[in-house]
């Protein structure tokens, strides 16, 4: 059963604090993806990477940026966060199918 | 890129009748078309999938069709019963090595007693 966990579930966080939400999956997947979830919006890839080391920019990336230095772990981070990104956070990862896996997520608010 | 519009944002139904969510994608190059469900407080989960070589597929109460002329297609639940209250979502993979997915803006699918 594929496991993805993400660091926090609830963070809240000032503006211009630096923010990483970490996503860890036990499954050995390649792929791992950062997406934000917003009412009305659905969910918009920030991220994603293919392999260690590697990343590639989502829809809306501006105010991100990514880690991947293992292949279980994907942080996302904030560099200087601003209050419009408050939002939830999905963590997924997929191996060699097509099906995406989803973490628990995380709700950050920034004030 | 690829962009996915998705309707009704709200759906009320009967407890037992159907439920039809439709989606329409731009980029005729997508290839996967995933379904995902998200309960209150919980992550989105697969409910049901199909690739572009598929017109139709079914698991139980769920139907899923794929119109790739037209490029659309749609999200068909029979016989609702209260624990389908979700949002639901649709998505797109675009062709190419990229593998991120394109949402829809999701439906809020509520099933009245």
């Known amino acids: 059963d594929v496991k993805v966990t993400q660091s926090s579930r609830y963070l809240v966080k000032r503006t211009g604090e630096k923010v990483f939400l970490e996503c860890v999956q036990d499954?050995?997947?390649?792929?791992m993806f950062w997406y934000r979830q917003d009412p009305g919006l659905g969910l918009r890839l920030i991220y994603f990477s293919y392999d260690v080391k590697m990343k590639e920019k989502g829809d809306i990336p501006e105010g991100y940026s990514v880690s991947r230095e293992k292949k279980e772990r994907f942080s996302l981070i904030l560099e200087s966060a601003s209050t419009n990104q408050t939002s939830m956070y999905l963590c997924?990862?997929?191996?060699?199918?097509?099906?995406?896996?989803f973490g628990p997520g995380t709700r950050l608010t920034v004030t | 890129g690829e962009n996915v519009e998705q309707h009704p944002s709200t759906l009320s139904v009967q407890e037992g009748d159907s439920a039809v969510i439709k989606c329409t994608y731009s980029d005729s190059a997508s290839n996967y078309f995933p379904w995902y469900k998200q309960e209150l407080g919980k992550r989105p989960q697969l409910i049901i999938d199909i690739r572009s070589n598929v017109g139709e597929k079914k698991d139980q109460r769920i139907a899923v069709t794929l119109n790739k002329t037209a490029k659309h297609f749609s999200l068909h639940i029979t016989e609702t019963q209260p624990e389908d209250s979700a949002v639901y979502f649709c998505a797109a993979r675009s062709g190419g090595g990229a593998d991120g997915l394109t949402f829809g803006k999701g439906t809020h699918l509520i099933i009245q007693p």
């Open positions: 499954m050995d997947h390649e792929n």
């Open positions: 997924a990862s997929k191996g060699l199918g097509y099906e995406q896996y």
